[in-house]
């Protein structure tokens, strides 16, 4: 059988260009050291392109399923794509979704989805973030590879501590006895759960001219993993002279843009004065895209996280 990286830039539609890229875009991990949890990242073979092509044409069903989780939170999103990819999926039996498991009274957590995937019972969980090397030769035993140099961008997320999570308490889950009972009503007993964790998303590399190395990735990253750079804004600011620039609404950090009339991006010095208000008078980063046209729309060519002179809130080395 053959299978397929599907083009992203293929689809007309938005909301089936994120289901495509949620689903078979490549994982941030290659494996999760500490677990014997899988990197769960299926390849499209024909049948689930003609499927993304069918959607593309009659979008409604995914767009009437995705209605139905009125969100604004990124990874909220994320799972609602998910959730359809399982439902419509013929390999894939959907048993529970957001399943909680509670011991007097109190929850200990609650599974992401519980499927039948051909013979196999699985236990998914679910991520997407955005994490930016924040290694710039700091001093001490630290490593530019090591996980907790790895922050969201806003720094209150962190990749080490994100990863123990997954592998100590969600992925864990269905090993712990006090889930027994909760798991058999949806499986039969003595079934054999294998875990699997879908993470997606990017890592975005310091873009600093000054440094000559390239900037290892973390610690048991995928190699083939989504990724961008990030920029001080005092550095960002001279590359504005030229190019055209967007900066997506968080909603649509997942598939590369793609922009139609009536949108159009900023040029430089447009996007250069924006930066100026929302990066260094408002001190957050913010996430854009370098767009070029082609054919009838405007296509992402790379993205870049600018961020506040003092990011990520010490003097910078």
């Known amino acids: ?29 290659a494996q999760l050291p500490g677990s014997d949890a899988q990197l769960v990242a299926p390849r499209a073979d024909a049948a689930d392109l003609r499927w993304l092509e069918q959607l593309d044409r009659y979008p409604e069903p995914l767009l009437s399923a995705l209605s139905a989780g009125h969100s604004t939170r990124l990874g909220l999103y994320f799972e609602r794509l998910w959730l359809f990819y399982l439902q419509q999926h013929a390999r894939w039996a959907l048993l529970a979704h957001n399943l909680p498991v509670t011991r007097a009274g109190r929850t200990l957590g609650a599974f992401d989805f519980l499927c039948r995937h051909d013979e196999q019972w699985w236990h ?18 630290a490593r530019p590879q090591d996980w ?13 501590i994100k990863l123990e999570r997954l592998r100590d308490h969600q992925l864990a889950l269905s090993q712990n006895p006090h889930s027994a009972a909760v798991l058999k009503t949806v499986a039969a007993e003595g079934a054999r759960w294998q875990r699997g964790l879908v993470m997606k998303g990017y890592y975005f590399y310091p873009g600093r001219s000054d440094r000559p190395l390239p900037h290892p990735a973390p610690e048991a990253a995928h190699p083939l993993h989504e990724r961008g750079t ?28 793609q922009l139609r009339e009536p949108q159009r991006p900023l040029s430089g010095p447009a996007m250069h004065q924006a930066l100026q208000e929302l990066v260094g008078e408002a001190q957050r980063p913010v996430l854009l895209a370098r767009m070029a046209p082609q054919g009838s729309a405007w296509h992402e060519q790379e993205r870049v996280f600018v961020v506040p002179n003092h990011w990520p809130g010490v003097a910078r080395p």
Do not use: I
């Open 230 to 257: 990030w920029w001080y804004l005092d550095e960002f600011l001279p590359q504005l002279s030229t190019g055209y620039w967007y900066r997506p609404s968080k909603m649509t950090w997942l598939s590369p843009v």
């Open 148 to 160: 907790h140099q790895w922050l969201g961008p806003d720094t209150s997320d962190r990749l080490d």
């Open 124 to 141: 998914l969980e679910l991520t997407v973030k955005f994490y930016l090397g924040s290694y710039l030769g700091n001093k001490g035993a």
């Open 1 to 29: 059988m053959t299978l397929y990286q599907p083009d992203w830039r293929h689809y007309q539609h938005q909301a089936v260009r994120d289901l495509a890229w949620a689903v078979f875009s490549t994982p941030l991990m």
